[in-house]
């Protein structure tokens, strides 16, 4: 795994994802008391960065593999990159969700041209009906983080936050990530490391959900004791993955931890000052950047909104912030 | 008012007016029965289009009169965009607002920079209190859409349409754009004559306030009867420009209405599909293309989103729509 990989998929993506650009509100500086710069992936393809991963990995596999379709474990941005990067390559794609997922999800996921095999939580082992499907019909599987060219994927994301950085002249400056199983943060850290070196990649979590946190500050893999109960759902697995953790260790840190009420805030703001949907785990980032403005250190901070695959109930919850 | 004085504001706005991309959902595709492409000016500075006009004119006033200070009328997006555009080029502006516009817009102006003067719409003519000021201090008057320009500036919105559409190969296509008094509907139609001349430029109007289609099919300037009583406010004008009218004329139509309803719908999907903030009367073009297809003749269509500026109670109404 290394930025040869990322700049690779970047030459794979480009014409296919869209390059997103850094915005900012003079607003949004006055709460940070820094300038905030945000790179909206939530306008990614699919309302996501996975868009990204998911291309990386589908149009690095050989013709003939891809040819027989790919399958994906996913109840949510995931399973719809996968299905819209496999569907513009002309194959199949099978996603495995639970069948109590959000109905627009698995709506989305058909739509995009995916076939969506639903499965009981309490029931069935996702894991067993995933091998038993790619054993009779040769699908390769798609992991959500840990696969080296779904985080080479995730990485052109740094690209573009490095080479806006440069030529804004920004060095000393955070970048905030919203993290989950760590791949747009390993990703991004192995661009930022190569193409602008001053910058500092930190990962945002939800409190209570912090395995990335706690992982840094002790140097090994520590889990979450749940994995559910946190609006923020889109960023919360139950560790680090096995190759993100390593690269997240020699280039990440300190960590940061923002409140569900942060999130619907940070959400809030996005729509007001921005004019951009952001789901809850999309405006960890932001949250940090905005409400824990001691806890960062650069003259300016560089985040992420991950997403904006967000209910429109839970939207409106957020916007009752406001008053 | 040509071509030329277009390219110059490109030229004056370039680095400091945000680029926009275009963008798209399958999703919307299926709904409008055509390719949509969606040029986002909500995501503009202040959140509308109308950044791009105030920063042509002020960037083209000779510095002594600019250093003495403009002055505008409004209670909504062309007043922020004067006040921003006035701070950037560290002068005075000073912005004639309703003593009832929304709080929010007023705080909004004064937070950018600008001298917020309150009137009494009742008892107040603002005509004079504006005659007065700029009598007293040598402000210069930076109207909102009859100034050659400020029509230079929003036709840079057509250049950048022409410029993308040409890269993406569209030549029979719909450029739908939200129509108040004209200055970026105008404006776009020159840039697109100029550099995209097979597509067709055609305003889209709220029901009951469609002065500008009715102008066009009479080939005489016409007057709405009422100015209020509509959400699309920001759209709505007592009738198009003595400049604006004739390109127009020239260069656009059959001209489109749109109901509330519909706003409100394009509004939700905008959130849905886009991940974009839209104001009623800046989802306009958007609904025409979603629910007006019969009267759309190309295989492609091109809709400006003029502006994202709008409360979260009138969000909220709009998310109501999926229900």
């Known amino acids: 795994m290394n930025i040869d990989m990322i700049r690779a998929a970047a030459t794979r993506l480009h014409g296919f994802a869209r390059r997103t650009p850094l915005l900012s509100s003079p607003f949004l500086d006055d ?8 790179k909206p992936e939530c306008l990614q393809h699919t309302g996501s960065f996975k868009f990204r991963g998911a291309w990386s990995a589908l149009s690095a596999l050989d013709p003939d593999v891809r040819a027989r379709g790919v399958i994906a474990f996913s109840s949510g941005n995931h399973a719809q990159g996968v299905a819209l990067a496999a569907a513009r390559h002309n ?27 639903l499965y009981d939580r309490d029931h069935e082992d996702r894991d067993d009906i995933g091998a038993r499907l790619s054993a009779q019909r040769g699908l390769t599987l798609i992991k959500p983080f840990d696969n080296e060219q779904v985080i080479a994927g995730q990485g052109t994301t ?4 490095a080479q806006d950085a440069n030529e804004l002249g920004l060095q000393n400056a955070d970048v905030l990530v919203c993290c989950g199983g760590g791949g747009l943060t390993s990703g991004i850290a192995l661009a930022c490391d190569a193409d602008a070196p001053t910058l ?124």
Do not use: W
């Not at 740094?158 to 936050?161: A, C, K, N, R």
């Open 31 to 38: 709460i940070a008391g820094r300038r905030v710069y945000v």
């Open 91 to 117: 194959t199949t794609s099978v996603i495995i969700m639970p069948a109590d997922a959000p109905q627009l999800k698995i709506d989305n996921t058909r739509a995009l041209g995916a076939e969506v095999i």
């Open 158 to 161: 740094g690209l573009e936050i």
């Open 200 to 323: 500092r990649v930190r990962p945002v979590e939800p409190e209570g959900f912090d395995d990335v946190k706690r992982s840094l500050e002790t140097g090994t893999i520590q889990t979450n004791t749940h994995t559910s109960g946190n609006i923020c759902d889109a960023i919360i697995t139950p560790q680090p993955g096995d190759l993100t953790f390593p690269i997240m260790k020699r280039l990440c840190g300190p960590a940061l931890t923002i409140s569900e009420q942060d999130a619907l805030h940070a959400m809030a703001h996005a729509f007001l000052r921005l004019k951009l949907v952001a789901e809850p785990g999309g405006a960890a980032a932001l949250a940090a950047a905005l409400f824990r403005k001691h806890d960062i250190k650069g003259d300016a901070v560089i985040v992420t909104i991950s997403g904006g695959n967000v209910d429109p109930a839970q939207f409106a919850q957020a916007l009752d912030t406001l008053r």
